[in-house]
């Protein structure tokens, strides 16, 4: 069976992107899927390097080292991929494409990042 986003195809398609103040973000996908992204929550799952061991996969940065008050400092659209974020506490090399971000949502892993950070 093959995994639902590849089926979906334009289902990973932004529709629209809008930052909601410093705090988060919302996509509306091309198949009328809403979802809400929270600066922390973001910042929490960042997928780059710095964040995920590459060989391992082990997530290096710990969740309750991310304030529930971090901040989108500046967001950037990379390509027709993905998005960039700058947060206030001065990372930057993450970018998230739109399968992960659809992914994050559908996977309900918003919602387990944002309670992840009293662990």
């Not at 929550?41 to 995920?52: F, G, H, I, N, S």
């Not at 061991?53 to 710990?62: A, K, P, V």
Request: glycine residues 6%; hydrophobic residues 35%; contains cysteine.
């Amino acid at each position: 069976m093959s995994n639902p986003l590849q089926r979906r195809g334009a289902a990973v398609e932004p529709r629209e992107i809008m930052q909601e103040g410093d705090a988060g973000v919302r996509i509306t996908w091309a198949d009328g899927e809403i979802c809400h992204y929270t600066a922390p929550t973001l910042r929490r799952l960042c997928p780059c390097a710095q964040c995920v061991n590459e060989w391992t996969g082990e997530r290096m940065l710990q969740p309750r080292e991310i304030s529930d008050a971090l901040q989108i400092a500046d967001l950037q659209i990379v390509g027709r991929y993905a998005l960039n974020f700058k947060w206030n506490d001065g990372h930057e090399t993450g970018i998230y494409s739109f399968r992960l971000l659809r992914e994050m949502c559908d996977k309900k892993l918003i919602a387990e990042a944002s309670q992840r950070r009293t662990e």
